[in-house]
């Protein structure tokens, strides 16, 4: 019984998805080119996430070594890295891209931070302000590729 309403539910949501893409389709005509830039700058990618915000992450990241770089469900994930100039402190991050738009809360940064005591790592506390830099230099960067992609 379960099945078969779960079932009618997958149906119904098919069912549902098909008539929007058909009322859209419905709308289309007018050849106004600032409309259909903002609306390829917004939608979503072969990869299953907003393509501006996952190349700006990559990016960001890239001084880091990688552990994991999901582009479909959108995580990116970094071991962890020490500054040269500071290497008994050490930080790893997590990016992480909720949504196909290109907006501030389609983006979730989360860090984790340890210090070097007497030869053992221990955790310390991450200043909020740190992970919100980092969520601001992503998105500015993805804002910067997504006005230079649209001309």
């Given at each position: 019984?379960?099945?078969?309403?779960?079932?009618?539910?997958?149906?119904?949501?098919?069912?549902?998805?098909?008539?929007?893409v058909?009322?859209?389709?419905?709308?289309?005509?007018?050849?106004?080119?600032?409309?259909?830039?903002?609306?390829?700058?917004?939608?979503?990618?072969?990869?299953?996430?907003?393509?501006?915000l996952?190349?700006?992450?990559?990016?960001?990241?890239?001084?880091?070594?990688?552990?994991?770089?999901?582009?479909?469900?959108?995580?990116?994930?970094?071991?962890?890295?020490?500054?040269?100039?500071?290497?008994?402190?050490?930080?790893?991050?997590?990016?992480?891209?909720?949504?196909?738009?290109?907006?501030?809360?389609a983006?979730?940064?989360?860090?984790?931070?340890?210090?070097?005591?007497?030869?053992?790592?221990?955790?310390?506390?991450?200043?909020?302000?740190?992970?919100?830099?980092?969520?601001?230099?992503?998105?500015?960067?993805?804002?910067?590729?997504?006005?230079?992609?649209?001309?």
């Open positions: 019984m379960a099945f078969s309403t779960e079932r009618a539910g997958r149906f119904a949501r098919v069912l549902l998805l098909g008539a929007g058909a009322a859209l389709a419905a709308c289309g005509g007018g050849n106004d080119k600032r409309l259909r830039a903002d609306l390829a700058a917004s939608q979503v990618t072969a990869i299953g996430v907003n393509s501006y996952w190349r700006a992450s990559l990016e960001t990241l890239s001084f880091m070594p990688l552990t994991q770089a999901d582009s479909a469900g959108g995580v990116i994930v970094t071991d962890w890295y020490a500054n040269p100039s500071s290497p008994e402190e050490r930080v790893k991050l997590s990016v992480t891209i909720l949504d196909q738009d290109l907006r501030a809360d983006l979730r940064v989360a860090a984790s931070r340890q210090v070097l005591r007497d030869g053992t790592w221990i955790e310390a506390p991450v200043q909020a302000a740190t992970v919100q830099r980092l969520e601001d230099i992503i998105l500015t960067k993805a804002r910067d590729l997504r006005r230079s992609a649209i001309g």
